[in-house]
């Protein structure tokens, strides 16, 4: 107590001590008082709670660049155990060949659309049993990447087989049978509306997803049964992405952000449920930035 200010040496067998704790606008108060007779001594500190230990990210969120181009990348699909690159740009598929550590050109196919597609055009590659589908908002494109590159557009908006969406006609935002209103993009059961907020199947907001910005994707989680969703952020000052566990309603960080150089213009599903394919436009030298995303288990 000599530090507190308060001398104790001498006080008499009936000296009592009380110790209460306070809080004031500040924070916390530690609060001693000696009773001695009439006499009483008093002695308040601020009493600082020890830092709670910080949890570690349960999965670390990696990335491999692509491909880079002027063109917007709608999405890429990767074909032939991975020797074959597929870029769907908003008037063409190009086809790329591996060489080593970069891509080659190989073939284009022109799309052949009966309307012109909306504004900040939005579009999906999926592999189908024998080549790959394109989804578009004004039309369904079947193609072939071997012998050659061939495509076919026809009038309609196709179900997406994974997720049971489908472009609402002439929109860049989504529908399903699973909730009626239009949203932006969907990933285990999780809609980002077009909005800002973000539902589950029952309607019913997630909560810690207000951070999230409109494009999200679900990845296997190599360290656990399950798997994690990858968002884009809100902040339109930070533009970042993270991957996030959902459980019981419940939206909870589960790796440190990947800082980009520009804003997220595309973020979908890969062909493989390890991956999701980002793109972002990079502010600096304007080319579109195609990248896989995927979690790594943190030691």
Known sequence: MHKAGLETAGTRPESRLRVTLSKDARGLLFVAEVFSGDNRQIAILPWNLPAAPQSKPRVSLTQKPLWAQPDPILDILLVDSGSQMLVLSADKIASYRSAGDRWVPSATASLVLPRSLPRDPRGRLEAAEEGFRAYLPVATCEGTWKPELRLTCSNGTAVWPDTQAHWVADRNVLESEAIKTPFYAVA????????????????RAVAGAEVWGSDVAGVDNPCGA??????????????????????????????????LPGPVTALW???????????VRNLQTGEYEASRLGLACTQ
């Open 269 to 279: 599903p890969a062909e493989s449920h390890v991956q999701a394919t980002l793109v």
């Open 188 to 203: 285990d059961g999780v809609f980002t509306m077009a909005g800002g907020r973000v539902l589950d199947l029952s309607g």
């Open 226 to 259: 399950g798997s994690e969703l990858i968002a884009s952020s809100a902040n339109a000052e930070r533009e970042e992405v993270r991957a996030y566990q959902v459980a019981n309603g419940q939206a909870s960080p589960a790796s440190d952000t990947i800082l």
